[in-house]
Nanobody
Framework: QVQLAESGGGLVQPGGSLRLSCKVS????????MSWHRQAPGKERELVAG???????SYADSAEGRFTVSRDDNKMTIDLQMDSLETEDTAVYYC??????????WGQGTQVTVSS
């Protein structure tokens, strides 16, 4: 059974940093795209950053230059380093695993609140 477990969310002041981590179990990361998404209250879930199995990285415009995504296939993790956080970054952040052979799975989400 594929499971994803996020950690690292919390409350931070504007301009601060947080590092989110997602641990995958029950499968391997070969041929899987790993990504972070977020959903703010009243808004649709949106892509924040992703890394393909080949190492291609993509960011949403809002994350470019402030967030850094990385994956470690040996540790079965994907991390999201978030710097220069803004109040608009407040959301529940979700980790996603996507493989054409295994399927698509989501974590339960971790709350990030940016507030003074």
């Amino acid at each position: 059974q594929v499971q994803l477990a996020e950690s690292g969310g919390g409350l931070v002041q504007p301009g601060g940093s947080l590092r989110l981590s997602c641990k995958v179990s029950g499968t391997n990361l070969r041929s899987a795209t790993m990504s972070w998404h977020r959903q703010a209250p009243g808004k649709e879930r949106e892509l924040v950053a992703g890394v393909t199995s080949g190492g291609t990285i993509s960011y949403a415009d809002s994350a470019e230059g402030r967030f850094t995504v990385s994956r470690d296939d040996n540790k079965m993790t994907i991390d999201l380093q978030m710097d220069s956080l803004e109040t608009e970054d407040t959301a529940v952040y979700y980790c996603k695993y996507s493989s054409r052979w295994i399927g698509t799975y989501w974590g339960q989400g971790t709350q990030v609140t940016v507030s003074s």
